[in-house]
């Protein structure tokens, strides 16, 4: 085979490789670990079409703002508007939507069980430099309610599911 | 084997009679709860008066609710926090017994929702389930009408919280009404909004 054909192609193909998707998604996908300090967690829309109680509403700030907390990365996890202690520190914004709500019932679940009854709730998050507004990275997170306890098992808690898995992402993307 | 046998009828004869037991406590709390609303409509004024004898001091007016549960809103605060709600002139403050739990200035309100909602009755269901091996559970469908009040307001940093209380049926009118008083408005979502449920 001619050997300037093949290096030709080569190159192609590595031309080819470069200006794909895929690299491009890496690239990013990179953030910096440990460089942001604080997380400022706002209020989540709602998509139209959505009805979302208003009192889950609050109890999902709640928990992330408290799960966030809890993973002891983050020097301050603040409210939309809160001061900061530092406010020229780097610091992340946590932005989403509500795209999904199914309330479920809890007494099926106890009754039924085996999924009957089901509470869900799916969120489109953003991690938000504050600074530049650059979206660092997004996903589609849901907390569900699958069990009916008697004692446990209300439909509310879906929100803290939710709370949980946004606080492990924020720990393995950023730390 | 006998002591088998001799234990199922014992069981046999108790278990009515502790199933009617349950059934009365349960009736008895929610004619309890009817009656309270129905006298007194869970509402009292007290007039108070400062202690300063001699001298003319004026009197001030609270609104307290009582059988109040929490859900959502305060830190390290459980849910289902039964507690009473005080509206004085320009505060509102949720308690514990003696504790309060926390207080808004009616000035740090941002906005304020009267919506309708249901509560389980978690404890009678448990009480039936466990002497009717699981089958009373099923007392947990039906649900007590309540009064979901949501308030956003800013902390003392400024940051924006919320705070979502259940009051017994009909108060969160009285508590839309008192507020209303002092500048503060409480919207009431139309019908077609679904009814939140615990």
Redesign the interface.
């Known amino acids: 085979m001619n050997p300037m054909k093949t290096v030709l192609s080569f190159a192609f193909l590595v031309a080819l490789f470069i200006a794909s998707p895929v690299a491009a998604q890496d690239k990013k996908a990179t953030i910096q670990k440990n460089k942001y300090q604080q997380i400022e967690v706002t ?1 989540f829309e709602v998509k139209s079409g959505i ?1 979302f ?7 999902m ?2 928990d992330l ?2 799960q966030l907390q809890e993973t002891k990365k983050f020097k301050q996890v ?6 900061s202690s530092d406010a020229n520190a780097p610091a992340i914004k946590l932005v989403g939507q509500i795209t999904e709500y199914k ?1 479920g019932n ?2 099926m679940r ?2 039924i069980g085996f999924g009957a009854g089901k509470t869900k709730v799916v969120a489109h998050i953003k991690f938000v430099d504050r600074a530049t507004g650059d979206v660092l990275f997004e996903k589609d997170v849901d907390g569900k309610v699958i069990l009916g306890g ?2 446990k098992g ?3 808690g879906a929100t803290r599911g939710l709370a949980k898995e946004v606080a492990k992402l924020a720990s393995e993307k950023f730390f | 084997m006998c002591s088998h046998v001799r234990l199922i009828e014992t069981s046999h004869r108790i278990l009515p009679a502790m199933l009617a037991c349950c059934l009365c406590m349960v009736a008895a709390t929610n004619a309890r709860s009817a009656l309270f609303q129905q006298t007194q409509g869970g509402q009292q004024v007290k007039p108070q008066i400062e202690n300063s004898p001699g001298s003319a001091q004026p009197q001030t007016e609270s609104l307290t609710i009582s059988k109040v549960f929490h ?3 305060i ?1 390290k605060v459980s ?1 289902n926090t039964r507690g009473y709600l005080v509206f004085t002139q320009n505060e509102m403050i949720f308690h514990r017994g003696k504790r309060e739990l926390v207080r808004v200035p009616f000035q740090k309100l941002r906005r304020g ?1 009267l ?1 309708a ?1 249901g509560r ?1 009755n ?1 404890g009678a ?2 009480a039936l ?1 466990a002497v009717t091996y699981g089958i009373g ?2 007392a ?2 039906v649900q007590s009408k309540v009064d ?1 009040l ?1 308030f956003d307001y ?2 003392e ?8 209380l259940q009051v017994p049926k009909d108060q969160g009118k009285r508590c839309r009404e008192w507020l209303a008083r002092f500048g503060v408005t409480v919207e009431e979502p139309p019908a077609a ?2 009814p ?3």
């Open positions: 209020r009805v109680p208003a009192e889950y509403q609050v109890s700030t709640e703002v408290a603040l409210r939309l508007g809160e001061a309330a809890r007494a106890y009754m008697l004692v209300e439909s509310i | 859900v959502a809103g830190p849910r929702q919506l909602g389980d978690a269901a448990v389930a559970g099923l947990m469908a979901v949501v800013t902390n940093n400024g940051g924006l919280m919320g705070l979502a909004t679904t939140a449920k615990k």
